[in-house]
């Protein structure tokens, strides 16, 4: 097969698909530069802080755009974060209090969190404060709202804790629309429950914000969508202003909170990294439709489809098979920028129970906005694609990740 000629041809038939992404695109490219011109930002705002960070004025400008875009009273975003899981777990850790409850509406949250909770034995878990924890499954890709609604009306949740992304699971994303809805029941019967939302790869993939519903508070990475392949660590929590207070004195300290924490030189590159971001997510999604469209057409099952509604940026690849699910990964890496001559193969990880395939070749370590595509490697061996500095480099990529698996 000429696979140049095969994903070619196959994208003539995306011109509608990429359409409705440009035009989420322009929305969310507006939003962004109207925060950029209403907070009058200007090239001081790039300049370093260092100690304690007093008076930052550009890293107290980034928190104020951040919460203009999202529709936050407060944001908190740091390169003291060094992952949306570090994120979420300040969060959790800031928001519960010993003999507080936690309870996931989404099902087992993602897997770098289960040390956090608790799921898994550590001593320095929510658990281990005496913290509790249930979760109530999804029911075909919803939520359960008659579950959600008769467990809360019997227990007294503190938090409610919604991830958006699939993560390693078999399910679909969660849609803002389904959001809203939850929210609204939640607080019909007890308004004092704090909704916080993982909202991990799921930035600028649709018009409306999550805090744009009854949701409280949200948390996610900026080596991820928001940070453009520009940012190189860090972290971002938006929400009401007494929980972004809290969250800000758990990640540095009671009675400082938000008015420390230096810069580093950083500003620039989170600025940045929001400029471009939009732009990282349209090459992301149009990557996402291509490779659902063509793996669909070579018989493999993908999940969303197509021409499905897009809630992340995660493009899952089914595959039943081990062996093509390494192979496929193996591809995308020879199709990466850095590292193309390595060959990859599974191996541990820390924070997972099955040994992981991690195709990332990346400028910045981790970054899922750049192209990457990862699995564990348990049945029914499934690839999590996502991201895509550029739309040409995410073609040239699934070029080489459908030759790799043709080659076997």
């Known amino acids: 097969m000429d696979v ?45 802080s260092t100690g304690y960070g007093y008076g930052d004025i550009g890293r107290e400008k980034i928190e104020k755009i951040y919460s203009e875009i999202f529709n936050a009273e407060d944001s908190l975003v740091r390169s003291q974060f060094i992952s949306g899981s570090h994120a979420l777990t300040v969060c959790l850790f800031s928001l519960l209090r ?47 709202y008659e579950k959600i609604k008769q467990y809360i009306s019997n227990n007294k949740v503190k938090v409610i804790e919604i991830q958006r992304s699939k993560g390693y699971s078999t399910r679909k994303s969660i849609s803002i629309e389904k959001i809203e809805k939850v929210c609204d029941l939640i607080k019909s019967i007890d308004k004092d429950i704090i909704i916080m939302v993982d909202n991990c790869y799921c930035e600028f993939v649709s018009k409306k914000q999550v805090l744009e519903t009854k949701a409280d508070i949200i948390v996610g990475s900026l080596i991820k969508n928001l940070g453009g392949g520009i940012a190189q660590n860090g972290a971002y929590i938006c929400g009401k202003k007494e929980l972004i207070k809290l969250c800000s004195e758990r990640l540095n300290l009671p009675g400082e909170g938000k008015e420390v924490g230096p810069s580093l030189g950083f500003n620039k590159d989170i600025l940045l990294g929001l400029y471009l971001s939009v732009n990282a997510v349209n090459a992301s999604l149009k990557t996402a439709i291509l490779t659902s469209r063509v793996m669909e057409k070579l018989g493999y099952d993908v999940e969303p489809k197509y021409n499905e509604e897009r809630v992340d940026i995660v493009q899952s690849i089914i595959f039943n098979d081990k062996d093509k699910l390494i192979k496929y990964c193996q591809g995308i890496q020879k199709g990466s920028a850095i590292d193309s001559n390595v060959t990859l193969l599974p191996s541990d990880m820390p924070g997972y129970d099955d040994q992981i395939i991690m ?36 073609k040239l990529g699934l070029i080489n990740a459908v030759e790799e698996l043709l080659n076997e």
């Open 98 to 144: 010993p003999n507080d409850l936690l309870l996931s509406i989404s099902g087992t949250p993602y897997d770098t969190l289960h040390e956090v909770i608790g799921i898994k034995d550590n001593d320095s878990s929510l658990k281990s404060f005496n913290i509790k924890y249930n979760e109530i499954d999804l029911l075909n890709d919803d939520f359960d």
């Open 359 to 394: 195709a990332s070749g990346s400028f910045t370590q981790g970054s899922s906005i750049e192209l990457s595509c990862d699995g564990p490697i348990r049945s029914p061996y499934i690839a999590y694609q996502q991201g895509s500095l550029t739309y040409e480099y995410g």
């Open 4 to 48: 140049l000629k095969y994903v070619l041809d196959t994208e003539k038939e995306l011109k509608q698909e990429f359409e409705k992404i440009d035009e989420i695109s322009f929305y969310n490219s507006k939003k962004v530069l109207d925060a950029f011109k209403k907070y009058n930002l200007s090239e001081k705002d790039f300049v370093s």
